[in-house]
């Protein structure tokens, strides 16, 4: 089955600079990776999504990258900000089984 | 839009309780929903697809007797922790995806359920 692993379990960065995060995955039939960010007691929430047949996509300071030949893809935040502070989560699925393979998550820590 | 909200957000209860935790898509249907299981400062474990009309597929290691599901509505899954032990501790997620429109929408997360067996 599909195995995600994530890089690094911490990340502490300075207000403005920027945080890369990276996962790789195994399955190659997988062609769908989302990124969520859980804040403390909270459920993880959808910051940014990409499909296999796109290599990048951007939202505002947030943007993740696709390597399908490596099975990699990452989550650049740029000009960081304290309230990105948060765990981060990649996930990886095949889309029509619908099911997310979590990586092990990212605490990033942003000191103002 | 794609709200899903979880109920209730904490449980503290005896060993030998059974509790049910409640997820329900607010603003869209959902004939498939997803119930997670994570331990402090882990990721989420896909515990089991919970699918409205029919029986829910459990993953391997899960105990179906034990995590009881029912998906009677398009908006509603219920996850019960039948005799529930201090081991069942943790925090219980729900997601949902919302199938109308077009296709390849993404998965919402509820807000979580602390479950604290004492």
């Known amino acids: 089955g599909e195995n995600v692993e994530q890089h690094p379990s911490t990340l502490s960065v300075q207000e403005g600079d920027s945080a890369v995060i990276k996962c790789t995955y195994s399955?190659?039939?997988?062609?769908?990776f989302p990124w969520y960010k859980q804040e403390l007691g909270k459920g993880p929430q959808l910051i940014i999504d990409?499909?296999?047949?796109?290599g990048e996509k951007k939202d505002q300071r947030i943007a993740v990258t696709l390597n399908k030949t490596a099975k990699h893809f990452s989550l650049h935040i740029t000009e960081t900000q304290p309230e990105d502070s948060a765990v981060y989560f990649c996930a990886a699925s095949i889309w029509n089984t619908d099911k997310l393979i979590f990586g092990t998550g990212t605490r990033l820590q942003v000191f103002p | 839009g794609a709200v899903v909200s979880q109920h209730p957000s904490r449980v503290i209860c005896k060993s030998g309780t059974s509790v049910k935790i409640e997820c329900r898509s607010l603003?869209?249907?959902?004939?498939?929903m997803f119930w997670y299981r994570q331990f402090p400062k882990q990721s989420l474990m896909l515990m089991a697809t919970?699918?409205?009309?029919?029986?829910?597929?459990?993953e391997q290691g899960v105990e179906k007797d034990k995590f009881l599901i029912n998906h009677a509505s398009l908006t509603l899954s219920t996850l019960t922790v039948t005799s529930a032990h201090p081991e069942d501790s943790s925090f219980y997620i729900c997601?949902?995806?919302?199938?109308?429109?077009?296709?390849?929408?993404?998965?919402?997360f509820g807000d979580g359920t602390r479950l604290s067996i004492l």
């Open positions: 919970s699918n409205e009309g029919s029986k829910a597929t459990y």
């Open positions: 990409i499909r296999s047949n796109v």
């Open positions: 603003d869209f249907q959902a004939t498939t």
């Open positions: 399955d190659s039939a997988s062609n769908y």
């Open positions: 997601s949902a995806r919302d199938e109308a429109g077009y296709s390849n929408q993404p998965q919402h």
